[in-house]
């Protein structure tokens, strides 16, 4: 069975960086195929996809937080870890970890529970 | 990038039929495979249809996707309709790069 479960801090300060935990467990992020990614939801608002990272390392980004994204993995403790940089109120929103169905388009099919980040001083 | 409109709400009486439509901007709604997600009030969201029209094991056969070039479109439709369809409804593509493109949402009330 496979679960995912989002941690980090509820509240951040405007212009701090917010790191994010995603434990994983029923598959290992490492196998040949997987990928991890991250979305978020503003409170009462739409869909936003941040980025995933690949079982061999590779990530992808969405280009509009590129510069301010991270993504990486921890294989023996079987987590993925999102960083970003310089937070925003704008960027105060539930951050849920997905896993990509591997194969065919790839869809989503387990998300975490999701976690709420606020972002105020 | 191109956008995903949907429309923000509809609603419906149970045991009707209801089609959610997700209209692409810029490009062909058939290049890129649509999925749609279903999000009850305070749950993360799930996959209801996948590749425009796969139903994943576990979702009724009550709902079904398709696309329709003329209008550039993806739509959703529910059957049958029951209290527990009431949610928000969100479809997602891909853009160049393989990109993650995903609509507004729409909210179904089932009343």
């Known amino acids: 069975q496979i679960t995912l479960k989002e941690s980090g801090p509820t509240l951040v300060k405007p212009t701090q960086t917010l790191t994010l935990t995603c434990d994983c467990s029923?598959?290992?992020?490492?196998?040949?195929?997987?990928?991890v990614g991250w979305i978020r939801q503003p409170p009462g608002k739409a869909l936003e996809w941040l980025g995933f990272i690949y079982w061999d390392g590779d990530t992808l980004y969405s280009p509009s937080l590129n510069s301010r994204l991270t993504i990486t993995k921890d294989t023996p403790k079987n987590r993925v870890v999102l960083t970003m940089t310089n937070v925003d109120p704008v960027d105060a929103a539930t951050y849920y970890c997905?896993?990509?169905?591997?194969?065919?388009?790839?869809?989503?099919?387990?998300w975490g529970q999701g976690t709420l980040v606020t972002v105020s001083s | 990038n191109f956008l995903l409109t949907q429309p923000h709400s509809v609603s419906e009486s149970p045991g009707k039929t209801v089609t959610i439509s997700c209209t692409r901007s810029?490009?062909?709604?058939?290049?890129?495979?649509v999925q749609w997600y279903q999000q009850r009030p305070g749950s993360a969201p799930s996959i209801v249809i996948f590749?425009?029209?796969?139903?994943p094991s576990g979702v009724p056969d009550r709902f079904s996707g398709s696309i329709d070039s003329s209008s550039n479109s993806a739509s959703l439709t529910i059957s049958g309709l029951k209290t527990e369809d009431e949610a928000k409804y969100f479809c997602?593509?891909?853009?160049?790069?393989?990109?993650?493109?995903f609509g507004g949402g729409t909210k179904l009330t089932v009343l």
């Open positions: 590749e425009d029209n796969q139903r």
């Open positions: 997905v896993h990509r169905r591997n194969g065919g388009s790839g869809w989503l099919d387990y």
């Open positions: 029923g598959f290992s992020v490492s196998s040949i195929g997987v990928a």
């Open positions: 810029s490009g062909s709604i058939a290049t890129n495979f």
């Open positions: 997602q593509s891909y853009a160049s790069s393989n990109q993650w493109v």
